[in-house]
């Protein structure tokens, strides 16, 4: 079976108005991705891509929108690449 795992940049400064958020950098997600694979030797990464979709930073967390444009939740969720690792189990 394949699986997925998506890690979503994480915010690091929610910044004034007149700037705007900050977020995790990709060296630092790239990190995060070689931590978690060193962690899994029993995973085998198949695939790495950059996935762009709508992220809700909400009050409960990071949380990736799947879009249905009546939707007010996908309307206000920000548009972020983010980064979807393919592996399965060896």
Same mark, same amino acid.
């Given at each position: 079976m394949i699986y997925f795992k998506d890690f979503i940049p994480s915010r690091t400064d929610v910044g004034a108005l007149s700037s705007g958020a900050k977020y995790q950098s990709i060296e630092d997600l790239c990190?995060?991705?070689t931590d978690w694979s060193e962690g899994n030797p029993k995973f085998s990464i198949i695939n790495i891509e950059t996935v762009m979709k709508p992220i809700n930073y909400g009050s409960s967390g990071l949380k990736i929108v799947e879009v249905d444009h009546g939707d007010a939740e996908a309307i206000t969720a920000y548009h972020r690449p983010f980064v979807r690792v393919w592996y *399965? *189990?060896?």
């Amino acid at each position: 079976m394949i699986y997925f795992k998506d890690f979503i940049p994480s915010r690091t400064d929610v910044g004034a108005l007149s700037s705007g958020a900050k977020y995790q950098s990709i060296e630092d997600l790239c990190t995060e991705i070689t931590d978690w694979s060193e962690g899994n030797p029993k995973f085998s990464i198949i695939n790495i891509e950059t996935v762009m979709k709508p992220i809700n930073y909400g009050s409960s967390g990071l949380k990736i929108v799947e879009v249905d444009h009546g939707d007010a939740e996908a309307i206000t969720a920000y548009h972020r690449p983010f980064v979807r690792v393919w592996y *399965k *189990k060896v």
